[in-house]
C-alpha cells in the first residue's frame, strides 16, 4: 500500500493548483479577498504618503504663523489656494473675519462666536478628508476573516460530498478537498491582518492631527477674539 506522501505526491498542492481545482464558489471568494487585499495595500500607501506629508505642511505653516508674519499678508498668500490642514482652519476663519467688516457695515455682534463655528467645521471637514478609506480597511480587517470562513466552510461541504460520493476516506480523497477549503481561510486572513494593524495605526494618526487641529483652532481664535475686543472697545 503507498505511504500518505507518495499519495499525496500524485496531487499537485502548490497555491495555484489548490485555488485552481476549488469549487467556484471558493474561487471568487478567494478573488474577492484578493482584490480586497490589493484595495488595502493601496489605501495603506496612499494614506502613509499622504499623513507624511500633511505632517510637514502642519509644521511649515506653524513656523510661518508664528514667525510674527501679519495675519493679513499670510491671508494674502493663501486665500487664492486650496488649503489644507492647519491652513485651511486659518483661510476660512478670516474669510469670516473680512466678511464681517466688509462694505460700510461692522458686525462685530456675534463674531467671535461665528468664527468658533467656522473654525469647527473647516476642522471636522479636515478630519473627514484625513479619515477617507480608513472605513475600508475596518471593514476588510472585521469581515475578511468571516469571508474567508464562509470560503472555507463551503469548501468543506463540497469536499465532504465528493468523499461520501466515492466512497473512499484516503488521504488522497480528503486532503486536497480540505487544504483547498483552508486556503480561502487563509486569504481571509491575509487580507485582514495588514487592514486592522494599519486601520489602528492610521486612526492613532488621525487623533495626533485632530488634536493638532483643535489646538491652533483654539488659539487662533483667541488671537480674533482679543482683537475683536479691542476693537469694540475703541471709541465710535
Not at 10 to 30: G, N, R, T, Y
Not at 37 to 52: E, G, H, Q, V, Y
Request: glycine residues 8%; charged residues 20%; neutral net charge.
Amino acid at each position: 500500500m503507498p505511504s500518505a506522501d507518495a499519495v499525496l505526491a500524485v496531487h499537485d498542492m502548490s497555491l495555484w493548483s489548490l485555488f485552481w481545482q476549488a469549487h467556484i464558489v471558493v474561487k471568487l471568494v478567494m478573488l474577492g479577498l484578493l482584490l480586497a487585499s490589493f484595495w488595502c495595500w493601496a489605501i495603506i500607501i496612499n494614506k502613509t504618503l499622504l499623513f507624511s506629508r500633511t505632517a510637514q505642511a502642519f509644521d511649515r505653516f506653524e513656523d510661518i504663523f508664528w514667525s510674527g508674519k501679519s495675519l493679513e499678508e499670510l491671508y494674502s498668500v493663501l486665500e487664492h489656494r486650496t488649503p489644507v490642514g492647519l491652513a485651511s482652519v486659518f483661510v476660512t476663519a478670516m474669510r469670516e473675519w473680512k466678511r464681517s467688516f466688509a462694505g460700510d457695515g461692522r458686525t462685530l455682534q456675534g463674531l467671535a462666536r461665528r468664527i468658533d463655528k467656522v473654525i469647527d467645521v473647516a476642522i471636522q471637514r479636515e478630519v473627514e478628508r484625513l479619515e477617507g478609506g480608513l472605513l475600508v480597511l475596518a471593514s476588510i480587517g472585521s469581515a475578511g476573516p468571516y469571508i474567508g470562513l464562509f470560503g472555507t466552510v463551503w469548501g468543506i461541504m463540497v469536499a465532504f460530498t465528493s468523499i461520501a460520493a466515492s466512497r473512499d476516506t484516503s488521504l488522497a480523497v480528503v486532503a486536497p478537498g480540505i487544504a483547498e477549503a483552508l486556503f480561502a481561510t487563509a486569504m481571509g486572513l491575509f487580507a485582514a491582518i495588514p487592514a486592522v494593524l494599519a486601520f489602528n495605526r492610521l486612526q492613532a494618526q488621525v487623533g495626533k492631527f485632530q488634536t493638532r487641529l483643535e489646538t491652533f483652532g483654539d488659539e487662533f481664535s483667541a488671537i480674533l477674539s482679543r482683537q475683536i475686543d479691542e476693537r469694540m472697545a475703541r471709541p465710535a
